[in-house]
């Protein structure tokens, strides 16, 4: 089964920038699409992207042209980068792992706030 670890995020103001790393472990990386989801507080977790195997890459409109999720196969870790952060993209960020349609796997989740 896989083990998800992510790191990065933290305090950005407004307009920053941030990179978030979801490393995987314990089984091949290379089969799994990657996705981050997000919850700001008193809200249900959203998609943001999703990158496959083949690295077709998938965005919620509210981020398309500020972030940006690719994958390095040879690390078995899949990124996520944040451009032109916005006070609204305050949550925590989750990555997961998704084989056969099926989500196998979470990470721990990191918190990323904007504020000035």
């Known amino acids: 089964q896989v083990q998800l670890v992510q790191s990065g995020g933290g305090l950005v103001q407004p307009g920053g920038s941030l990179r978030l790393s979801c490393v995987a472990s314990g089984s091949i990386f290379n089969i799994y699409t990657m996705g981050w989801y997000r919850q700001a507080p008193g809200k249900q977790r959203e998609l943001v992207a999703t990158i496959t195997s083949g690295g077709i890459t998938n965005y919620a409109d509210s981020v398309k042209g500020r972030f940006t999720i690719s994958r390095d196969n040879t690390k078995n870790t899949a990124y996520l980068q944040m451009n032109s952060l916005k006070p609204e993209d305050t949550a925590v960020y989750y990555c997961?792992?998704?084989?056969?349609?099926?989500?196998?796997?979470w990470g721990q989740g990191t918190q990323v706030t904007v504020s000035s």
């Open positions: 997961n792992a998704i084989s056969q349609l099926v989500v196998r796997s």
